[in-house]
C-alpha cells in the first residue's frame, strides 16, 4: 500500500518545535532527541525546507527566517508531501540535457514541457524557440514568476491533461507543439497516461522525448498494451533506451526508467 502524502504533525513534533530557536534562518533543536523523535521532526523540517547542517552550525538550515511556515504548519496539524501526492523526482541535470538532445529541438519550434517542475529541462531548451509549460503545484509557478529558466516562456495551465489543443483559450487557440520534453509522474500507470495525451498535443512529424518506468516495456495491462500499440501505428523512429538503474538516486528513487523517442507520422 502506497504511503500517505500527508505528515501528521503530532504532539510531540509540536512540542520540539515549539522549544526550538529560530536565530535568523537557522532553527537549533532543544537538545538531543531520541532517533525516532529526530527522524519525525527532521522530516517535517525538510518538507519546510530545512536542511540539517553538522559541524560548526548543528541546525536546520532555511534559504530565510523559517518562523511563519512553522506557524502554519503548527496550526494546520499537518504537512503535504509533494514528491508522494504529485511524484516529484527533478529530472538530474545530466539526463535532462541528453533528453533535450534527443528532442532535436529546431530554431522557432514551439516546444512543450507539461510538468515543469524544478526547470532542470527548461534550462537546456535553446532559446530561439517558445517554451510552453505546465505545472500542477502551485509552489513551484510561483517560481517561475520570480526566476523563469528560458527567456521565451508561456504557462499554458496547471494540470496537463486538463490541456486541450485546439480550444479557445482567452481569445487565443491553445496550440499543438513541434517538441515535447517530459518526465511525467510514473505511478499507477500515470507515465503512460500522460505520454498519450502528449501524443494527442504534437502536430504532424513533431517529436516526443519522454522518461518513463521500464514497466512501459513489458506491462500487459490494457492500457500499456494500447500505447505501445498506438506508438507502433502512429509513429515512426520509436526508440526506448534504458537509463542507469540509480539515474534517479539523487532525486529520491530508485525506479527503473527509459527514455522513449517517438516522430509522429504526417
Not at 65 to 92: N, S
Not at 159 to 182: C, N, Q, S, T
Amino acid at each position: 500500500m502506497a504511503s500517505s502524502p500527508t505528515i501528521t504533525i503530532t504532539k510531540e513534533i509540536e512540542d520540539v518545535l515549539r522549544r526550538s530557536t529560530i536565530r535568523e534562518n537557522i532553527l537549533y533543536l532543544p537538545g538531543t532527541l531520541d532517533r525516532k523523535l529526530y527522524v519525525a521532526v527532521d522530516s517535517v523540517l525538510q518538507l519546510l525546507g530545512g536542511k540539517w547542517k553538522s559541524g560548526k552550525v548543528k541546525g536546520h538550515v532555511f534559504e530565510d527566517d523559517p518562523g511563519l511556515r512553522i506557524d502554519e504548519a503548527l496550526q494546520a496539524g499537518e504537512l503535504v508531501d509533494p514528491v508522494k501526492l504529485y511524484q516529484f523526482y527533478p529530472t538530474p541535470k545530466p539526463l535532462a540535457r541528453e533528453l533535450v538532445r534527443l528532442a532535436n529541438i529546431q530554431s522557432g519550434n514551439i516546444v512543450l514541457e507539461p510538468g515543469i517542475g524544478n526547470g532542470a529541462l527548461a534550462a537546456e531548451v535553446r532559446e530561439d524557440c517558445q517554451l510552453c509549460y505546465c505545472e500542477i503545484q502551485e509552489r513551484l509557478r510561483d517560481n517561475f514568476a520570480l526566476f523563469a529558466p528560458h527567456p521565451n516562456m508561456h504557462f499554458l495551465c496547471p494540470d496537463f491533461l486538463d490541456y486541450k489543443p485546439g480550444e479557445d483559450a482567452a481569445g487565443a487557440k491553445w496550440p499543438k507543439f513541434h517538441r515535447i520534453v517530459a518526465n511525467p509522474p510514473f505511478t499507477k500507470g500515470q507515465a503512460v497516461r500522460h505520454a498519450n495525451h502528449m501524443l494527442n498535443c504534437l502536430l504532424p512529424q513533431g517529436r516526443l522525448a519522454c522518461i518513463m518506468d521500464a514497466g512501459v516495456l513489458f506491462r500487459t495491462d490494457k492500457a500499456t498494451l494500447a500505447f505501445r500499440k498506438r506508438l507502433e501505428t502512429e509513429c515512426d523512429n520509436v526508440h526506448f533506451d534504458h537509463l542507469p538503474e540509480c539515474a534517479f538516486k539523487d532525486s529520491g528513487t530508485l525506479v527503473r526508467t527509459v527514455t522513449l523517442v517517438a516522430t509522429l507520422k504526417k
